[in-house]
């Protein structure tokens, strides 16, 4: 059974950078076949997907449109587990950040418990 | 505004029908499949229903989708107060990456 475990800060100040980490047991974050995926969720704006990294023979990363220049998502294979940076954030980054685990054509099954993060001084 | 089009409500008695629709393009519905995920207050995301018509194993036969052309549907039959949450639709575009509807909540009257 797939777990995803998460941590990290609740609380951001405005321009700095947030970060978060998704660690995984009963699968693997260099698996051939799975995918690694940050979404968010905010009463404004609905669920919005932010990227994703997984490993074919070598390491991808797809990231959305809207958090492109700011976002960075990395691969920890020492610990089994991934990772969110987002930059320069401000109150509109704040809302509820989930990691899931799954690629689109098998949809995100395993997800994590959430967590809040405010953005705020 | 969203990529992919949902209705924002939708209601209905206990045992009845209700579907959901998702309206997208041809750079993402048209194009690929649909995901159907669950959301209820204070619990992570649920795949309901996956490549436009497939149900994980332990979701209920009560749930089924559907695709046409550029856009998909989640019906849910026999209609119970538990259902009551936000269903999000999801697909993958070519030029946006991954992508959501805008959530549309489900109200059991």
């Known amino acids: 059974q797939v777990q995803l475990q998460q941590s990290g800060p609740g609380l951001v100040k405005p321009s700095q950078t947030l970060s978060l980490t998704c660690a995984i047991s009963?699968?693997?974050?260099?698996?051939?076949?799975?995918?690694w995926n940050w979404i968010r969720q905010s009463p404004s704006r609905g669920l919005e997907w932010l990227g994703r990294?997984?490993?074919?023979?070598?390491?991808?990363?797809d990231y959305g449109i809207s958090v492109k220049s700011r976002i960075s998502i990395n691969p920890d294979t020492s610990k089994n587990q991934f990772s969110l940076q987002l930059n320069s954030v401000t109150p509109e980054d704040t809302a509820v950040y989930y990691c899931?685990?799954?690629?689109?054509?098998?949809?995100?099954?395993?997800w994590g418990q959430g967590a809040l993060v405010t953005v705020s001084s | 505004q969203s990529v992919l089009t949902q209705p924002p409500s939708a209601s209905g008695t206990p045992g009845q029908s209700v579907t959901i629709s998702c309206s997208g393009s041809s750079s993402n519905i048209g194009s690929g499949t649909v995901n159907w995920y669950q959301l209820l207050p204070g619990t992570a995301p649920k795949l309901l229903i996956y490549g436009d018509n497939q149900r994980p194993s332990g979701v209920s036969d009560r749930f089924s989708g559907s695709k046409s052309g550029t856009s998909a549907s989640l019906a849910i039959s026999g209609l119970q107060s538990e259902d009551e949450a936000v269903y999000y639709c999801a697909a993958w575009d070519v030029n946006l990456k991954g992508v959501f509807g805008g959530g549309t909540e489900l109200t059991v009257l």
């Open positions: 009963g699968d693997s974050v260099s698996s051939n076949s799975g995918a």
């Open positions: 899931a685990g799954g690629t689109h054509a098998s949809g995100l099954l395993r």
């Open positions: 990294t997984y490993y074919r023979s070598k390491w991808y990363f």
